[in-house]
C-alpha cells in the first residue's frame, strides 16, 4: 500500500519560492514522526526538516529560516515552505515517515519512503 505521495515540485529561479506536499495513507498523528530529506546527483540522502509533533520542528542547518515544516492532521498532509530557494537547494525531495523514536536525521531509521518530487533552481 502506498504510505506516502510527495507534490509540489517545479523549476524556480534563485530567490523564489515553492510549497511542497505530502499526503499520507494514515493518519499523520499515528507515525512517530514525519520529514523530507533530499538528494541530488552523486549525492548522499540528507536530512532536511522533521516533526514528532511534541514541539517546533527539527531543520538542517542550511535551510533553517528559509524552509518551514507544518502539517494538517484533518488532511493527514505534511508541508515544506521553501523560500530563498539557492541552486543549492536543487535535488529530488522525499517525504518520509518514522514509527519509532529516535534519529530523525538518518534516513536509516525512517520506515516508508514517497516516490520523490524533483526541485530544480535555476541561477
Known amino acids: 500500500q502506498v504510505q506516502l505521495v510527495e507534490s509540489g515540485g517545479g523549476l524556480v529561479q534563485a530567490g523564489d519560492s515553492l510549497r511542497l506536499s505530502c499526503a499520507a495513507s494514515?493518519?499523520?498523528?499515528?507515525?512517530?514522526?514525519l520529514g523530507w530529506f533530499r538528494q541530488a546527483p552523486g549525492k548522499k540522502r540528507e536530512f532536511v526538516a522533521y516533526?514528532?509533533?511534541?514541539?517546533?520542528?527539527y531543520y538542517e542547518d542550511s535551510v533553517q529560516g528559509r524552509f518551514t515544516l507544518s502539517v494538517d492532521n484533518a488532511k493527514n498532509t505534511i508541508y515544506l515552505q521553501m523560500h530563498s530557494l539557492e541552486p543549492e537547494d536543487t535535488a529530488t525531495y522525499y517525504c518520509?515517515?518514522?514509527?519509532?523514536?529516535?534519529?530523525?536525521?538518518?534516513?536509516?531509521?525512517?520506515?516508508?519512503w514517497g516516490p520523490g518530487t524533483q526541485v530544480t533552481v535555476s541561477s
Open positions: 494514515r493518519r499523520t498523528i499515528d507515525y512517530a514522526g
Open positions: 516533526s514528532d509533533w511534541s514541539g517546533s520542528p
Open positions: 518520509a515517515a518514522k514509527t519509532s523514536t529516535g534519529s530523525y536525521y538518518l534516513d536509516y531509521m525512517y520506515d516508508y
